[in-house]
């Protein structure tokens, strides 16, 4: 309940939320956690394998007992630590794994039958049937453990992803911590200073402890005014530095709007921040430790620190009446501060035998407690004390087994910690992370006036390394109280003593695994799942690592402790994906004709990055096949306009360019005359086919390549690897022009005719032959004219600035229809291909040779070109390799869906029979049939033979005659005119 | 006067897109952009741009400009010339490319620009890595850019042509959640 006075809240004004559904109120300053506490709530959720009521056990972001859902619908959040989610007007909170409530919970049932479900249980039990693990056991076994739900819907809330620099990154904005900032900065370096909590502070903010001889929070203020009011500190709060990763980058989640009622629309939820900084100091303090003995997870029991934090932070009393049981100096804080605080206090439990206190309590030196009792919430504690058992009335207990250092961060490049007898507790090594100091309670340094001397220290460090001068200081006075822990992790007893609250493991579990051989600490935690919980084994590690350490007959420095990895704390996959969810998936790249084809109702389908029109529907066609068999008709018999700005255009100028490209190509280009293009095949590294194109020579030491849209990228790559690494001395100047320019397809019988009316000039032969390329000029603005052909027809490709684009080809559709042709898209495109036999990257796919391809006379003998080698090899020019064929149907069916497999005819559909498969196919409008290709084992050999084809997904069978790869127009008359 | 043949048109439309607190989105208009690459050594083109431009070469990183013109390092022995037509005179120093047409130009500028930009490219916009005039190309949402800071709060971003739409979409995006957060 409240206290009537004291503490960190704002009680001029209350905020009201819900907790399954029950009206409370709280105020603002309050965590979810310390509201409930405040109400009387004890229980707040349900254990993840036995369904134990549990209750708030921390007040920080190590919370293992205290999950709760927050929201309904898809904003629904599961799993939120009630502990750091700040209490807000109208928040809605549910609790987690119970059915069909809280206080009544089914699977309760699951915690009697304990003595059956600890460690390895699944592991033994659910082997037989072996299939039935999957559909049945594993299914049933999530159902019943587990935390809260997602939605199962669409994430309707904004995340971010930033990116933020500094000079020091400060990790923490406890004492030590502030001190940092405030040294570095007034020595003017760039800070960042990230504090977990929504005020910077640490324990300062629950401790009862003096600075320069005033309240602590006084110099707090002070301080953070200071920094405030500095250019070059930025005080991140709310913001939790989840990893180190290499070259001085951390990883912090920023949680932006979760405290807020009204959250503006766009203002995101979480930020995920990747900080670069040149130096960093971590001042993450400590966390505090239980002791484990029989149900110490009863609702009630608690970190005696934590009981600090709601008692002198949150103004909230525990219980009536309550016991403070630790193995150290600290412990005796909490029952001074309850005691000031006027809660009654039941007993002071100490298990070091010497200890004394002159508090005006019950004190039990020596003395462990040994059992807790009440279901619903703590009743009584038993404890042992040299003179006997004693049961003390408690509704609350205070538990400190110490503390430990939060090293976390300084494990994360692998670094190991070391252990301290002095402290029972691992510290971090020096030096582990580069340019990492670490300061105060994360140090193992427990006192304020420590803490701020070790800020001072490693920010002085820190500033060395920066090369800053360090500023003069004068440590305020501060609390020197010791600590003197004696190590205490499990009292002896009987019955199930936690250790893991979040996995429901107990001290039983561990030393179940050390007998059943699972000795190294790796393999207990694997077989007990402790420390694998969303909390990650923050408050259990150390105590589950020294019950090993007990029972395999081990020091616990000798035992070791589990890996620290990223994150320190979960982070939403939202935060992390945070910008790629609709059109931030991947820029769209818009060619300059987007806009006309979309007025002109084409759909437009995606090529890589590029949106492209599919097909240009006209009125009365209901099927995109009625509009491509038009589309291919206008090529083949009038004229057709397509947008072919997509492809990769590569400028290439220099005294070496011709040299150059000689060898990035299978084919001679320095024999290529001025005005000439000629067609290309380039292969990879491993001897197979990485693209093909034409490259036009447009002057003595210029050239202009093409590739294909989907390689355009890597060809660049690829280029720019052999002339910076391959032949950096050689002379070639390499930069892309697809953006420059917006070129146009101009294909079919009459695309001639149409050209000379734009152009006003002669297109004869005479004037541009096949193959060849001329600059041109529409009405004052310079081009270029191609005449290339990838549909079999005469045809032109016609180039102008990237401006005039939507101009030109708007100007050339309305050209094309007045001829009885129009645009066309994608679809007619790849039926105008096929029924030549061209290539796309459905047949260049990477795992085919030049050879395969059937371009093996591409490859020039006489010279030398990258990857000849590795192209010539024996396996690379087998003739049984699967080779480049055309296909017709032959019987009933005419499916020829790509990707089926080709057998034999008698053989069975199986792989191992597999002759070959198909990669294109169209309905060929020009034939009046379906025709495809494919690769076929020593395919050319086999031109005639029958083939049965089979798609084992569409289940379709066709039989299917082999035959060649051009299938209209061998010669060429149509394109050479 | 007769309807030209062709008609220019930008890849966005010209001119303001968004303010939003004091924070300016503005699609600028399209330069005369030519690239200059002096092949092995630059010191040829160095000469030729000061004679026939009156600019010098920028260093890697760097910006030089005039009332004329500027000249922006561009990556590994490029440059771009932006502004006038390149004297044909520079053709013996350097290889020229026509780019005027390749790339998008947006302004960016005010008090939230620099925490727009932090979300939308990894580079270190403080002053001492990115001085006025200082430019880089990097990454920008995803797609591959120049940025060059041309006022205190005032950053130009470049990214091709046709990605101009995406662009614009996440300097709006961005925009709209940094400034939200002055609810905080």
Same mark, same amino acid.
């Given at each position: ?74 904003? !629904?959040?599961?799993?939120?630590? %009630? ?117 910077? @502070? ?19 203020? *002070? ?53 670069? *900084?040149? #130096? ?9 430790? /239980? ?75 020596? #003395?462990?407690?040994? !059992? ?13 004390? /040299? ?51 670490? #300061? ?15 800020? *001072? ?39 199930? %003593? ?35 919980? /969303? ?13 090993? *350490? ?196 101009? #294909? ?23 193959? @060849? ?59 105008? !291909? ?93 034939? @009046?049939?379906?025709?495809?290709? @494919? ?43 | 006067? =007769? ?19 004091? &924070? ?9 952009? &030519? ?8 010191? =040829? ?47 013996? =120093?350097?290889?020229? &490319? ?22 939308? &490219? ?63």
């Amino acid at each position: 309940m409240r206290l009537s006075k004291g503490g960190r809240i704002d009680r001029s004004r209350a905020v009201s939320f819900t907790f399954d559904g029950r009206a409370l109120s709280g105020h603002p300053g309050d965590t979810l956690a310390s509201a409930l506490l405040a109400s009387g709530q004890k229980v707040v959720g349900r254990s993840f394998k036995y369904h134990r009521p549990r209750g708030v056990f921390s007040a920080g972001s190590e919370e293992p007992n205290a999950l709760v859902t927050l929201g309904a619908g898809a904003r !629904r959040e599961p799993n939120v630590r %009630a502990t750091m989610q700040e209490l807000f007007d109208g928040l809605e909170a549910q609790s987690q794994n119970c059915w069909p409530s809280l206080d009544w919970d089914l699977l309760e049932v699951n915690d009697l039958f304990a003595d059956f479900l600890g460690a390895g249980f699944y592991y033994k039990t659910f082997m037989w049937p072996r299939k039935a693990w999957e559909w049945l056991y594993e299914p049933a076994i999530r159902r019943a453990a587990g935390l809260g739900a997602l939605s199962g819907q669409p994430d309707p809330e904004p995340n971010e992803k930033a990116f933020a620099h500094c000079d020091l990154l400060v990790i923490g904005g406890g004492p030590a911590g502030l001190m940092v900032a405030l040294q570095a900065g007034r020595a003017g370096a760039d800070v960042i200073l990230c504090d977990e909590d929504h005020e910077p @502070g640490g324990r300062l903010l629950s401790e009862v402890e003096e600075i320069a001889g005033a309240p602590a929070m006084e110099w707090v203020a *002070a301080t953070l005014a200071e920094l405030e009011a500095m250019d070059n500190v930025r005080i991140m709060i709310r913001t939790t530095v989840t990893g180190v990763y290499d070259q001085g980058t951390f990883g912090a989640l920023e949680r932006v709007g979760r405290h807020m009622k009204h959250r503006p629309g766009p203002l995101p939820l979480d930020c995920f921040w990747r900080i670069a *900084a040149k #130096a960093s100091v971590l001042a993450a303090g400590a966390l505090e430790r /239980p002791v484990a003995f029989q149900d110490n997870d009863r609702p009630g029991v608690m970190l005696a620190g934590a009981m600090r934090s709601y008692l002198n932070r949150y103004a909230v009393a525990p219980g009536d009446a309550v016991t403070v049981f630790g193995n150290n100096d600290d412990a005796h804080r909490t029952a001074r501060d309850l005691l000031a605080a006027g809660v009654h206090v039941a007993g002071l439990v100490d298990s070091r035998p010497g200890a004394a206190t002159d508090l005006d309590l019950p004190f039990y030196a020596g #003395a462990q407690v040994t !059992r807790a009792s009440g279901r619903m919430g703590l009743e009584a504690v038993s404890i042992r004390t /040299p003179s006997g058992e004693v049961k003390l009335q408690s509704d609350a207990l205070a538990v400190s087994g110490g503390w430990n250092p939060s090293l976390h961060l300084t494990c994360h490049l692998n670094g190991r910690p070391e252990w301290s007898e002095t402290l029972a507790a691992f510290l971090p090594r020096p030096g582990v992370v580069p340019g990492m100091q670490v #300061a105060g309670a994360a140090t193992g340094i427990f006192t304020t006036a420590g803490c701020l001397a070790s800020g *001072a220290e490693a920010a002085g460090k820190a500033l060395e390394t920066l090369g800053l001068s360090v500023p003069p200081l004068d440590l305020p006075q501060a609390g020197e109280q010791g600590y003197g822990v004696q190590p205490l992790w499990a009292v002896a007893g009987n019955g199930r %003593a936690w250790l893991d609250l979040a996995n429901d493991v107990t001290v039983k579990d561990v030393r179940q695994a050390a007998s059943e051989n699972f000795r190294s600490v790796e393999h207990m935690k694997r077989y007990t799942t402790q420390g694998m919980a /969303p909390d990650q084994g923050k408050i259990s590690n150390l105590g589950a690592m020294a019950v090993l *350490a007990d029972a395999t007959g081990r020091d616990v420095a000798a035992t070791g402790i589990t890996t620290y990895r990223p994150p320190y704390v979960p982070v939403p996959i939202a935060a992390l994906g945070a910008g790629g969810k609709g059109k931030g998936f991947a820029p769209e790249r818009l060619t300059t004709s987007h806009a006309q084809s979309l007025a002109m109702s084409a759909p437009m389908i995606e090529a890589g990055l590029w949106y492209r029109p599919s097909y240009f529907p006209r009125t009365g066609e209901k099927h995109w096949r009625q509009s491509c068999d038009r589309e291919v008709a206008h090529v083949r018999e009038a004229v057709g306009v397509a947008d072919v700005s997509t492809l990769g255009k590569i400028d290439l100028q220099g005294r070496d360019a011709a040299r150059f490209l000689d060898l990035v190509y299978t084919n001679t280009f320095s024999t290529l005359k001025e005005g000439r293009a000629r067609y290309g095949v380039m292969l990879r590294e491993d001897g197979h086919v990485m693209d093909d194109g034409t490259t036009a020579r447009i002057g003595p030491e210029h050239f202009v390549m093409t590739t294909t849209t989907a390689a355009a990228g890597e060809v660049m790559g690829h280029l720019e690897f052999v002339s910076q690494v391959l032949v950096p001395g050689w002379d070639v100047r390499l930069i892309s022009v697809t953006e420059q320019w917006a070129q146009f397809a101009v #294909a079919g019988p009459q695309s001639r005719a149409l050209l000379e009316e734009l152009l006003g000039r002669d297109l004869s032969d005479a004037a541009l032959s096949f193959m @060849g390329t001329m600059p041109i000029e529409i009405g004052g603005v310079e081009g270029r004219l191609f005449r290339i052909s990838f549909s079999g027809e005469l045809a032109y490709e016609i180039a102008v600035p990237a401006r005039y684009g939507e101009s030109l080809f708007t100007r050339l559709v309305g050209m094309a229809e007045a001829r009885g042709g129009g645009a066309y898209g994608m679809e007619a495109l790849n039926v105008l !291909r096929i029924e030549k036999g061209f290539l796309t990257h459905a047949e260049l796919h990477g795992r085919t040779t030049a050879f395969d391809l059937g371009l093996e006379r591409w490859m020039s003998p006489s010279k030398s070109f990258i990857c000849k080698a590795a192209a010539s090899r024996p396996g690379l020019l087998a003739e049984d390799r699967e080779r480049l064929i055309g296909l017709r149907p032959v019987g009933a069916s005419k499916m020829i869906p790509p990707g089926a497999f080709l057998f034999n005819e008698g053989d069975e559909a199986v792989r191992e029979n597999a002759q070959g498969y198909v990669t294109s196919s169209c309905y060929s409008p020009t034939l @009046g049939e379906t025709i495809a290709l @494919g690769f076929l084992k020593s395919g050319p050999e086999r031109i005639g033979e029958h083939l049965r084809l089979v798609d084992h997904l569409r289940e379709a069978v066709t039989i299917c005659e082999v035959c060649e790869t051009c299938f209209l127009d061998p010669e060429g008359e149509r394109t050479r005119g | 006067m =007769a309807e030209p043949m062709l008609k220019a048109q930008n890849a966005l439309p010209q001119g303001e897109a968004l303010v939003l607190g004091d &924070t300016r989105i503005d699609v600028l208009p399209m330069p005369r952009m &030519t690239s200059l690459m002096p092949g092995p050594g630059h010191a =040829a083109l160095a000469k030729a741009l000061r004679k026939h431009h009156g600019l010098d070469l920028p260093d890697p990183g760097g910006r030089v400009s005039s009332d004329e013109g500027e000249c922006l390092w561009f990556g590994l022995g490029q440059y771009m010339l932006i502004g006038p037509a390149p004297s044909p005179l520079l053709a013996g =120093a350097a290889t020229l &490319t026509e780019q005027s047409d390749a790339w998008t130009s947006v302004l960016l500028e005010g008090p939230l620009a620099r925490q727009v930009l932090a979300r939308l &490219t990894p580079l270190d916009l403080r002053d001492a890595s990115l001085p006025l005039g200082a430019t880089a190309r990097s990454e920008i949402a995803h797609m591959m850019g120049s940025l060059t800071r041309v006022g205190s709060e005032a950053f130009r971003l470049m990214v091709f042509r046709s990605m101009a739409q995406t662009l614009l979409h996440e300097l709006k995006d961005t925009l709209e959640a940094v400034a939200a957060r002055q609810a905080l």
